[in-house]
């Protein structure tokens, strides 16, 4: 049964004789907003974290495979995900239940902060196996093993833009939560490379690399996987992870306005000048080793130009130069541009790999054998990639022509647009305060429906935005 779509009727009426139902709408939408999170909170949450998909009666529960215990995953779209959310519900109406919602996911994360400063891809809260985890406020234990703060799938990140945005909102700010934020961003500036390049985890003890070199091709690479070679200490872009750790720092540069933070983005994006290869192919790789050069890194990613990272360096290095007003982060993109555009695949997508020098698509069998065909490919990891080369090339054009912006360009959702989004959203939560799909669970075997983190935070995003367009009168 759905409860709230029945004011709009009446107003519809109301609009053929003038009025209108802005009132009513913005009304359902904090009402729906309360009752979702009221939900979601007190019935969805552990310890204030979240996982990824429920069955819709909550018996059966995801992250990256089943969950049992009393275990939350930090990985988007979970718990700081849907903290982020909260934080725009409430900054956009200053109702308390929101800021409660919040704090709750905070707590969550400061119990789940490693002594590294960062975070993994969940959290343990039952004792037997905490133990076994270095959680920074734990004590440490005999069977404490070792274990790196990890910026792979946006885990770190996605925490610290969701604190740094509550530390934000709650100003001035409150003492654990600022604390455990300012601590985990000067742990993640430790774990810079000299030459700007972060890894794709971090320990306890900082790490230092060479001299910094410009990206070249290895004069040969194995066409079978050699091992992992501990590629998770390597400079690494892939799966977006070098836009997702500057975002952050420059979030935290424009609240704190502290300038290491703006200085680490820079260097991060000096370094993205330094990785872009030379022709024939002037775009970037997932990996690269010490000596800047592509390499493996899992078995299904082999040295090679990345059609999915290179379009992600491409929007970082435009937002850099809205930032700072530099032309030099500019200057890569012509050629970059050029070169992707030409390696368009028939379909208008781009490969995700490259081959090196040939320009060569390339793909696995589904036993993980390298080939350039495509009819075999495991279905777990895309191969193939949108294309979002036109939106970059005309934001380029854009920018070289005028003036730099002091913060990324947003363009609002028209009115009518964004009231009917949210009276989507409202219309379709269901009488707990739940949105269910009609979706399967990945890992159990169960058709559905089920409640999905994601559709969560993107309805109450929706919501917010809402609401901060039309705020209480």
Same mark, same amino acid.
């Given at each position: ?330 200057? $890569?993109? @012509? !050629?970059? %541009? =050029?070169?992707? *555009?030409?390696?368009?695949? /028939?379909?208008? #997508? ?55 912006? $002091?913060? @990324? !360009?947003? %363009? =609002?959702?028209? *009115?009518?647009?964004?009231? /009917?989004?949210? #009276? ?50």
């Amino acid at each position: 049964m759905k409860t709230f779509g029945y004011r709009c009727l009446a107003a519809a009426v109301a609009v053929l004789v003038g009025g209108n139902c802005l009132g009513d709408t913005r009304a359902d939408a904090l009402s729906a907003a309360k009752k979702a999170v009221a939900f979601y909170t007190r019935k969805v949450a552990t310890e204030g974290g979240y996982l990824w998909r429920y069955s819709a009666d909550l018996k059966l529960r995801e992250g990256e495979g089943k969950v049992t215990g009393n275990t939350v995953w930090v990985q988007p779209p979970g718990t700081p995900a849907m903290g982020e959310a909260f934080v725009k519900l409430y900054d956009a109406t200053g109702e308390a239940a929101f800021l409660d919602a919040a704090r709750g996911v905070a707590e969550a994360l400061r119990r789940g902060q490693l002594r590294s400063g960062g975070w993994q891809d969940h959290i343990d809260f039952d004792s037997v196996d905490r133990v076994r985890i270095p959680y920074r406020i734990d004590p440490p234990g005999k069977k404490t093993k070792q274990v790196f703060s990890s910026l792979d799938d946006d885990k770190t990140q996605s925490s610290l833009r969701f604190l740094i945005e509550l530390d934000r909102a709650v100003a001035p700010q409150a003492d654990a939560i600022h604390e455990m934020t300012t601590f985990a961003l000067d742990r993640l500036l430790r774990a810079q490379y000299p030459n700007g390049a972060f890894p794709q985890v971090w320990g306890e003890t900082r790490m230092e690399t060479p001299n910094a070199l410009p990206a070249d091709y290895p004069a040969s690479w194995p066409r079978v996987y050699p091992g992992h070679g501990s590629y998770w200490f390597r400079y690494t872009l892939n799966d977006n992870l070098m836009p997702d750790v500057m975002h952050a720092l420059w979030l935290a540069w424009a609240v704190y306005h502290d300038d290491r933070y703006g200085e680490a983005a820079r260097k991060a994006a000096d370094f993205l000048l330094l990785a872009q290869l030379p022709d024939p192919q002037p775009a970037w790789a997932q990996q690269y080793d010490f000596e800047m050069r592509p390499a493996w890194a899992r078995k299904f990613e082999p040295p090679a130009v990345s059609g999915g990272e290179s379009q992600g360096v491409l929007e970082i290095l435009l937002e850099t130069y809205r930032r700072t007003g530099e032309q030099k982060y500019l200057k $890569p993109l @012509p !050629r970059a %541009l =050029a070169y992707l *555009k030409k390696s368009r695949l /028939a379909d208008g #997508r781009l490969a995700r790999f490259y081959e090196l020098e040939t320009n060569r698509p390339l793909y696995f069998t589904r036993d993980y054998t390298l080939t350039y065909d495509d009819g075999d490919m495991p279905t777990h990891y895309g191969f193939k990639v949108p294309s979002k080369l036109d939106a970059i090339e005309k934001e380029y054009n854009r920018l070289r022509t005028s003036a730099a912006e $002091p913060a @990324p !360009r947003k %363009l =609002a959702p028209a *009115k009518g647009d964004i009231e /009917a989004r949210a #009276r989507k959203v409202i219309d379709a939560l269901d009488e707990r305060g739940a949105w269910v799909s009609d979706d399967k669970l990945r890992y159990h075997r169960y058709e559905g429906p089920i409640i999905d983190m994601a559709v969560a935070v993107k309805n109450l995003t929706i919501l917010a935005e809402y609401l901060r367009g039309y705020p209480k009168t």
